[in-house]
């Protein structure tokens, strides 16, 4: 398969709107983020950085992104993540990432490291959603230090 030259937008959403529309491409984008300061997920056009700084026993964070294809073709999407495994004492930081509600990965948070997994078609126009969600045990101690992971996703046709 050949690289394609189409656009890739990834854009951050959730569960508390914080500003209106973004532009890109002439394709609108809605643009949004949670309330949690210690769990970030920043998009940087076809990268995301998913940032643990503080995480306290019990708590759940969810984060979600949104993909869009704006060419007029289907494409389709590979992710790949980068970064170490997060080993928070025992039961470490947990992770788990859905497409669209379906669960694509559930466990240690950086342990998929390295792995390029294919996440099918996007249709011409079309759109899905990534959902991330990061807890910590209840008996594990709170996570007061900055962990990153990074998502890289590629489009092909």
Known sequence: MKSDNMR?????VGAAVLGGVLWLSGIPL???NGSSEGVTLESDGAQASLVVSDLAAGDTVTRSISISN???APARLTMTETGDAVDHD????NLTIEREGVRLYDGRLGAMSDVTTDQGWIPAG???SFTFRVSLPEDAPALRSA???SYAWEITS
Request: proline share 10%; glycine share 14%.
């Open 90 to 93: 025992a039961d470490g930081v």
């Open 147 to 149: 962990e990153s992971i």
């Open 30 to 32: 809605s643009n949004a």
């Open 8 to 12: 890739l937008a990834v854009v951050p």
């Open 70 to 72: 704006p060419g007029s």
């Open 126 to 128: 079309g759109r899905v």
